[in-house]
């Protein structure tokens, strides 16, 4: 397959680039380098299948050539307030992604009877009153919220998908995506992972938001790019979680971390950053997923960190 991947110099779009060219699929990346950097796809310099395009997917697409799928990976997906790199501080681009980008990718979809993919998240349940989440759960979300430009953008990017699905008759795919880790996650966007690596390695005392008692459930990138190819080469029109059902709560996880890393410094609780509806509880219901695609994940917490401890290492120059 010949496939358009946006957002294809981030964190995910980057592994999604890697592995459908490792499939022996033409990849045509895209991406405005808003939140994205090139040195994630700079190893693919020459590839004969790869090209790229430095386009603002929330302006109108062009493609040439034939395309048989269009991945819609394009938008900021951090949500810490003081990153320069999160949604709050890219408020009215990060609905534009979620608004006009998936339009104009659905678009290219249409126009090319392509396949087209589009990478929701588990913010669309907003912050969860039923657990684990699955995938008939309408949500819990706060229209004008801080974290509204981002969780509204992507229900109207999933409503606006089944339209042209149901409409347009288009062959589309909805992945609901929870928290994810790896190598070339951005070590300053904020989250809690890359936050607490960083810290760690550098031996500092980890920074737990409020008691660390909120719970989260944390998937390596591996995992979830299996998923989500599985799901390409699915005939389902209707979303599916794809994520790690192993929940546990940020101090469980901070301390894994110290573990892991023989970390001494221990860990230091900040105030609560649920002021801006941080989600007590969050935990993927995976069930469609292993029925549907066969899915589930199989790297431990463990093995998942030891796999992204040589990439923070060398960011921070430790390697
Ligand atoms: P990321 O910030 O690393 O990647 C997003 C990429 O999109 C960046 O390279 C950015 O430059 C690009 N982009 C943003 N707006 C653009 C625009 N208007 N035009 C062109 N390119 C644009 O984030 P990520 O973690 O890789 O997330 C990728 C996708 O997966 C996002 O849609 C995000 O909402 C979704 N997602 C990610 C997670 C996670 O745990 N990482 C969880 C749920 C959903
Ligand atoms: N968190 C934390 N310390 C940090 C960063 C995050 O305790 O340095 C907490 C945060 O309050 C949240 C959880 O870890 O409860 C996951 O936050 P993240 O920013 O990774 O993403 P979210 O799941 O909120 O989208």
């Known amino acids: 397959m010949r496939i358009l991947i946006t957002g294809a110099a981030g964190f995910l779009g980057s592994h999604l680039c890697d592995r459908l060219l490792a499939d022996g699929h033409e990849v045509i990346g895209m991406d405005n380098f808003v939140t994205g950097r090139p040195e994630n796809l700079a190893h693919l310099a020459g590839h004969p299948g790869f090209s790229f395009y430095r386009h603002d997917v929330s302006n109108f697409i062009f493609v040439p050539g034939k395309v ?3 991945m819609h990976f394009a938008s900021p997906a951090s949500p810490n307030p003081q990153s320069p790199y999160g949604y709050f501080n890219l408020p009215i681009q990060t609905m534009k992604a979620g608004a006009l980008g998936t339009h104009n990718t659905l678009g290219v979809a249409r126009a090319h009877r392509a396949k087209f993919m589009l990478a929701s998240t588990s913010e669309i349940y907003g912050d969860p009153n039923v657990h684990p989440q699955r995938e008939d759960y309408p949500g819990n979300v706060d229209p004008v919220g801080p974290r509204a430009v981002y969780d509204e953008a992507k229900r109207f990017a999933e409503a606006l998908t089944m339209a042209y699905h149901r409409y347009h008759g288009v062959d589309t795919r909805i992945v609901r995506i929870f928290n ?4 070339r996650m951005d070590l300053e ?30 998937c390596y990138v591996d995992d979830l790019i299996e998923g989500i190819v599985r799901l390409l080469h699915s005939d389902e029109h209707l979303p599916v979680n794809i ?11 901070a301390e894994t971390i110290n573990r892991v890393t023989g970390n001494q410094a221990g860990v230091t609780f900040l105030p609560d950053k649920r002021s801006a509806r941080d989600p007590q509880r969050r935990q993927p219901d995976i069930s469609r997923a292993r029925s549907i695609l066969n899915w589930e994940p199989r790297i431990s917490l463990e093995e998942g960190l030891y796999k992204t401890i040589p990439y923070f290492k060398q960011q921070l120059g430790l390697a």
């Open 243 to 253: 994520g790690n059902p192993i929940e546990m709560s940020v101090l469980e996880f």
């Open 68 to 70: 048989d799928a269009v």
């Open 189 to 218: 966007d904020g989250r809690a992972l890359p936050n607490f690596l960083k810290q760690a390695l550098l031996g500092q005392p980890l920074t737990v938001y409020g008691d660390g008692s909120q719970t989260r459930s944390f």
């Open 180 to 183: 994810t880790y790896g190598p």
